[in-house]
């Protein structure tokens, strides 16, 4: 009788989570390729992190509005090849943002189509629509971002869309208050050593350390900052941080922006006084240009 009443009580809790996610009705198709929303057990949130809520300048963004949402994105698109790889590109959004907000807001979807590669566009939500740069279970659980990358796998071999468990390479993507679960993830997501690239779009607000850290390392790696006026002290404190671990870096101005320059496996710090902050991604259509010039492999490779 036990067992009986636990179960149904764990079903309900799903039912419920499932419901208020902002889920779409299968695979969405666009010339751009297709996209599904859907909640995972490992996604962000929910988190005991956030079980009361945030207050940010006295105003309380609750758990059951914010912080129960365990959407995914995933998008494929156009032209994806199966492989022996699955690699995948993983986006965070900020403040005030969602799943299908940034989506369209940003264009990923289509600056992802545009790139060309053969990978996969992940996309958690975060924080739903509350100014807060928690990142639930990806920032603060150890190995939270492996669990989540194999459950996303597991689902897109069940639906047929890959024929591999193996993961390959893996770009980590942020905006704004993104950037903290994307140095949680990198100081406790189980992945690191698949992690090619880190792209931070105006994104350098903490976890420094862990950004420098981490692309001081091993060679091969890439780290792109670009920033608005607002973040240029911590910018500052990044290079010093590269400089005290010998690390290979540039530090230019946007206008001096090279696609030569951008292939550079290192840390690359450019400053913007033309882009705004909710520009930066999509203006220039910055992201596909930084996964053109990346290390994921092209559709016409057909290969991994």
Do not use: C
Request: charged share 20%; net charge negative.
């Amino acid at each position: 009788m036990f067992k009986a009443v636990l179960l149904a009580a764990i079903f309900t809790a799903i039912s419920a989570l499932i419901s208020k996610a902002d889920t779409s009705e299968g695979w969405q198709r666009s010339p751009d390729g297709e996209t599904i929303v859907l909640p995972f057990l490992h996604a962000p949130y929910p988190h005991s992190s956030r079980a009361d809520g945030h207050v940010y300048q006295g105003k309380m963004y609750d758990r059951e509005g914010h912080y129960l949402d365990s959407s995914v994105g995933i998008f494929i698109p156009a032209g994806f090849v199966p492989g022996k790889d699955v690699h995948y590109v993983v986006h965070f959004h900020g403040w005030n943002n969602s799943v299908a907000g940034a989506l369209k807001q940003y264009r990923l979807r289509e600056q992802f189509h545009e790139a060309g590669f053969n990978a996969v566009l992940i996309v958690p939500e975060g924080p739903k629509n509350a100014p807060d740069s928690g990142g639930g279970k990806l920032e603060n659980d150890p190995g939270a971002f492996r669990l989540l990358i194999g459950e996303i796998t597991d689902y897109l071999n069940t639906e047929g869309k890959i024929h591999t468990h193996k993961v390959g390479k893996i770009v980590l993507s942020t905006h704004s208050g993104g950037y903290a679960v994307t140095g949680g993830i990198l100081k406790l997501g189980g992945l690191t050593d698949h992690i090619t690239d880190v792209l931070l779009f105006d994104s350098t607000y903490g976890y420094l350390d862990q950004f420098a850290g981490w692309i001081s390392e091993r060679k091969g790696r890439r780290l792109f900052s670009i920033f608005t006026e607002h973040l240029a002290p911590e910018n500052y404190t990044l290079i010093t941080q590269l400089q005290k671990l010998n690390t290979d870096f540039t530090a230019r101005l946007d206008t001096d922006m090279t696609d030569d320059g951008l292939r550079k496996r290192a840390a690359l710090i450019f400053h913007t006084t033309t882009i705004e902050h909710d520009e930066i991604m999509q203006k220039t259509n910055l992201f596909a240009r930084l996964l053109r010039t990346s290390v994921l492999p092209a559709q016409s490779v057909r290969a991994d």
